[in-house]
């Protein structure tokens, strides 16, 4: 079957580095997004990967490698804000998003 | 306005009751999805229109109906359901099927007695 693995919480503090990681076994692969997702509010897409390396966007990066089948957001100078669910998923051969349950990233003071 | 937007927000029904989720965007967009979000499960999609026609049903119950009457416009009619399908029900719309990123509603959080 395919699947999708990110942790489930993570804690950083403010002014510091993460790197949430996510794993992935699907039929394919045709690109792996990364959503951000506050409390009570809608998934808002933070970045796409389809090609090896690291994409970065400000404050947020985002990296690839398809034959390790792995993929992580790192989120630096961390702010309060930045609390949220990190929502990993993966379009497969037939174009069909697969998605990890999501990673709640907490920061602390 | 802008974006995508559901109504209502929140919702509250017993099982013999009927009502339905709205969602509209206004990104002149021609694939709209809807999706159930359970706690700490992954995003379970259920139901996708493009161009107005349904190409898929996730093997959904016949408890919940779609509804499509034109690109901009989504409705899911809900009827008999179970205290298990209380869950945040989102919206989403995007370019073309399958392609580009989702743009996500705020969703309606369902509550079922």
Redesign the interface.
């Given at each position: 079957g395919q699947n999708?693995d990110q942790p489930?919480e993570m804690t950083a503090t403010e002014g510091a580095i993460v790197q949430i990681n996510c794993t992935y076994q699907t039929s394919g692969f045709n690109g792996l997004?990364w959503?951000q997702q506050h409390a009570?509010?809608?998934?808002?897409?933070l970045s796409?990967n389809v090609l090896d390396g690291l994409e970065e966007k400000g404050r947020f990066s985002s990296f690839l490698s398809r034959s390790k089948g792995y993929s992580y957001l790192l989120l630096k100078e961390l702010q309060m804000k930045d609390s949220a669910s990190y929502?990993c998923?993966v379009?497969d051969s037939n174009?069909?998003?697969?998605?990890?349950?999501?990673t709640k990233l907490i920061i602390k003071p | 306005e802008t974006g995508v937007t559901q109504t209502p927000r929140h919702l509250v029904m017993g099982m013999t009751n009927k009502k339905s989720l709205k969602c509209e965007q206004h990104l002149g967009h021609n694939a709209m999805y809807w999706y159930k979000q359970s706690a700490k499960k992954p995003l379970e999609l259920m139901f996708v229109y493009n161009f107005k026609e349904q190409t898929e049903n996730n093997s959904v119950p016949s408890r919940f109906s779609p509804e499509c009457p034109n690109s901009s416009h989504l409705f899911l009619h809900l009827h008999t359901l179970q205290p298990e399908d209380s869950a945040l029900y989102l919206c989403a719309s995007s370019q073309g099927q399958d392609t580009g990123e989702l743009f996500f509603g705020e969703g309606s959080r369902l509550t079922v007695l």
């Open positions: 999708i489930t997004f959503y009570g509010e809608a998934p808002t897409f796409y929502l998923a379009r174009y069909q998003l697969i998605w990890g349950a999501g | -």
